[in-house]
């Protein structure tokens, strides 16, 4: 297909808005505030649990940032450091003590872990129920057959990015064609099957999709979630598409980057989320979320 040039005026639909991610997620976490603070009021507290093995700096850092998010809103947090040499069989007894412990309602173990560790064998023994970070098999089953359960917090929290701004301006998934770029169990999958619940029609791209420009071009919705930087070019958004980048790259200056040319994309989308201040603030509350709602579901408190 012929694109047009990023510097093409005509292409030019005005500036997007930017869906500022730091300021929808503090009205998140106020919200979640005040359902941590009715769950008090009923002598009850929600706790999670997060597990850290090695050193990892980038993990560090989004640990850091998960345990002061529940300072903020009041959820207890118990944050396990364990070392790069912990085995499997370890981590393991750990997760089964969390399942274990009725002060404990969401487990989360950061990935990556260390090689010899399998992710899939620590993800499968976290209890469904406390699966806050919904990447148990059963839970992503529940969002496979658009039931409710606890949901991935990148995709999720996207959603509810998208519930603001479409509150606001009037728009909806539902008939929308989105293109998904990338399928990964945290991401990309989950964000495909909550589109295809709220009635958008979905497209899945990933590293071996053809014509990735005419995928993009055709959205108007575009999740992109492929882990490359800039791949993306903003002649390929559709103008008055929402786009909406997931991708975060640490340029060689310290600054971050996304999966989409942000400068050349806001002159055609609509709306688009910045990087960094775009989807990562929102993933963060949106585990406050989670984490409060297994409470609630865990005790058999109702929260609306
Ligand atoms: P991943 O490596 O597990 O998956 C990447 C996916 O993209 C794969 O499904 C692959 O097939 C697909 N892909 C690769 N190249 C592609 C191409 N050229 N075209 C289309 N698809 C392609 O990564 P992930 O964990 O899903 O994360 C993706 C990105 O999002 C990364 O940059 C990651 O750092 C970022 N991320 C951000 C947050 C956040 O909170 N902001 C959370 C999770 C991940």
Not at 20 to 31: P, S, Y
Not at 201 to 213: E, G, Q
Request: net charge positive; proline share 6%.
């Amino acid at each position: 297909m012929s694109k047009p040039a990023d510097t093409d005026l005509a292409a030019y639909s005005g500036f997007a808005t930017n869906l500022d991610g730091k300021a929808m997620a503090a009205l998140l976490r106020a919200e979640v505030a005040k359902d941590v603070a009715a769950l008090q009021l009923r002598q009850t507290k929600p706790g999670l649990a997060v597990a850290l093995v090695g050193d990892d700096p980038a993990s560090q850092v989004y640990v850091k940032g998960k345990v002061r998010a529940c300072q903020e809103v009041g959820i207890a947090s118990t944050m396990l450091t364990l070392p790069a040499t912990t085995t499997q069989a370890e981590l393991l007894a750990q997760v089964d003590a969390w399942n274990a412990d009725p002060a404990i309602d969401g487990i989360l173990v950061q990935l990556p872990l260390p090689g010899h560790i399998a992710a899939r064998a620590v993800i499968d023994r976290i209890d469904p129920a406390k699966d806050v970070d919904g990447f148990h098999p059963l839970n992503l089953g529940l969002l496979a057959a658009g039931r409710p359960g606890l949901v991935a917090c990148t995709p999720a929290g996207i959603l509810k990015m998208l519930s603001i701004y479409g509150g606001a301006h009037g728009w909806t998934p539902a008939g929308k064609r989105a293109a998904v770029l990338g399928r990964s169990i945290t991401v990309g999958r989950p964000m495909a099957l909550l589109l295809t619940n709220a009635d958008a029609t979905v497209t899945t791209c990933h590293s071996r999709t053809p014509d990735l420009a005419g995928r993009v071009a055709e959205a108007d919705l575009v999740i992109a979630a492929a882990g490359s930087r800039h791949l993306i070019q903003g002649g390929w958004v559709k103008r008055g598409a929402v786009v909406i980048d997931v991708g975060i790259h640490r340029n060689p200056d310290g600054t971050l980057s996304g999966d989409v040319d942000y400068a050349a994309a806001r002159l055609r989308a609509a709306a688009i989320s910045p990087v960094p201040g775009g989807v990562g603030p929102m993933t963060i509350a949106q585990l406050m979320r989670n984490c409060t709602d297994a409470a609630a579901r865990r005790r058999g408190i109702s929260l609306v």
